[in-house]
């Protein structure tokens, strides 16, 4: 434990509004029916927890300490405004509702989800909001990132993000949006934000923006709950199946893609005995449900066909690659974008070799200044084509890059592996 209470409690906060802001402000909004004015109560809640916990320590079950605080504070101004006596029975006898649901029982109303996160993925995700608005917020509110993971995540500006959430939070305000999930008619205009939310989502847990670890499995298992409640929701969606395989197939890796140590293993390296083969099983049957579709492929699908070469591939040198690089070919035609087209130069220095990869690499330069996965993958290429000086070098750019701590001891261990004694 730390020797500093304020810093200690200050890490402690951090991590429970990292793991549980999604569920804490849902649950807000679900009460006050207020999106904008859940998220206030949830931050006030954050500052006095500062302020407390320092000399009582932290509570056994933070989240809930949380929300105590919270609700006692919108009771207070019910009561100011002299309303309370109205609303009171109903937030009593609501804050007795489970926060989740966990499964969908087989009898269940295919259009009732009873759940606060998809409801607050609904309700961010509203057409009245801006596209990258919609992200923003979500990905503040659901992922509990912050401004600056967020900026990086989507390619902004902290500013921008900053103006965009606030702005985002006072148009839901003023427009008055339910706390709910739209009917069928409306679910279709909302559905591509929602499904980018939870790609977003999980790809935090996948491999996290910054922090210590390199991967966030609770945040990987709420978008993967999300994507299967979606699908409940709205089963013959093919792209929901298609995002449902991708998550599957990734997160069955996870076992092997940290050392004892903590530290990341490489695709190639990794045991393939200890990936999840039942995560790839489900993976296998979502896919079904795509493959059912008339529709092709689609965004999810391509990436979800991908990491489908790669979980059924026996061994790293067995894998599909020419079918990898057509699979990036459709997908860059799909939806072009400079990370697209890195992951594509990967899979073409697998098929044509490193030196072919490292010309398309050096023209996404412009766009991609500042990722870290850009200047890692440069990394390596050089590395392959035996530039072993300029590969170290790369390798110490991209650890010095924002990103968890852990890819960054792995990206300065190889750059010493290439220098000589």
């Known amino acids: 434990m730390s020797s500093d209470p304020d810093a200690h409690a200050r890490r402690a906060v951090e991590a429970v509004w990292r793991d549980q802001s999604a569920r804490i402000v849902s649950a807000l909004t679900r009460h006050t029916g207020d999106f904008a004015w859940a998220e206030d109560l949830a931050q006030e809640a954050l500052v006095e927890a500062l302020a407390a916990w320092p000399g009582s320590g932290i509570p056994d079950n933070p989240g809930a300490w949380l929300m105590s605080v919270a609700k006692r504070r919108a009771i207070d101004w019910w009561r100011r405004r ?30 009732r989800i009873d759940d606060d996160v998809l409801r607050l993925v609904f309700v961010a995700c509203h057409p009245v909001l801006p596209a990258q608005a919609r992200l923003a917020l979500t990905l503040r509110t659901v992922a509990g990132l912050t401004t600056e993971q967020i900026a990086r995540a989507l390619l902004m500006t902290v500013p921008t993000v900053q103006q965009r959430i606030v702005r985002a939070k006072r148009t839901l305000a003023i427009e008055g949006v339910p706390f709910e999930v739209p009917d069928r008619a409306e679910r279709p205009a909302r559905l591509a934000s929602v499904l980018q939310v939870i790609y977003l989502l999980f790809t935090e847990g996948y491999s996290a923006t910054e922090g210590e670890g390199l ?29 449902i395989a991708l998550m599957e197939f990734q997160s069955s890796r996870f076992a092997a893609r940290v050392d004892a140590d903590g530290l990341p293993v490489t695709l190639e390296d990794q045991d393939r005995r200890r990936w999840d083969r039942s995560a790839i099983g489900r993976g296998l049957d979502a896919m079904r449900n795509t493959d059912a579709s008339p529709r092709g492929l689609g965004y999810y699908g391509l990436q979800a066909a991908i990491a489908q070469c790669h979980a059924v591939a026996p061994t790293f040198a067995e894998t599909d690659w020419e079918r990898i690089l057509r699979l990036y070919d ?23 070799g490193p030196e072919a990869a490292l010309e398309v690499v050096a023209e996404l330069e412009p766009e991609l200044t500042g990722f870290r996965p850009y200047a890692a993958v440069h990394a390596e290429l050089l590395e392959r084509l035996g530039m072993v000086e300029a590969a170290a070098a ?5 650890a010095d890059l924002p990103g968890n701590a852990a890819e960054a001891a792995l990206l300065r261990r190889r750059a010493d592996a290439l220098r000589p004694l």
């Open 82 to 111: 002299e309303r309370m006596s109205q609303r009171e029975p109903l937030f009593v006898s609501e804050a007795l509702v489970a926060e989740a649901i966990d499964s969908v029982p087989d009898d269940a109303d295919p259009d």
């Open 215 to 243: 991967l966030r499995p609770d945040v990987a298992r709420e978008a993967v709950r999300l994507g299967r409640q979606l699908a409940a929701l709205m089963p013959r969606e093919p792209e929901i199946w298609s995002l």
């Open 330 to 352: 459709a997908l860059d035609g799909l939806a072009p974008s400079p990370v697209v087209r890195l992951n594509r130069a990967v899979a073409m220095s697998m098929v044509d």
């Open 394 to 398: 790369e390798f110490l750019v991209a």
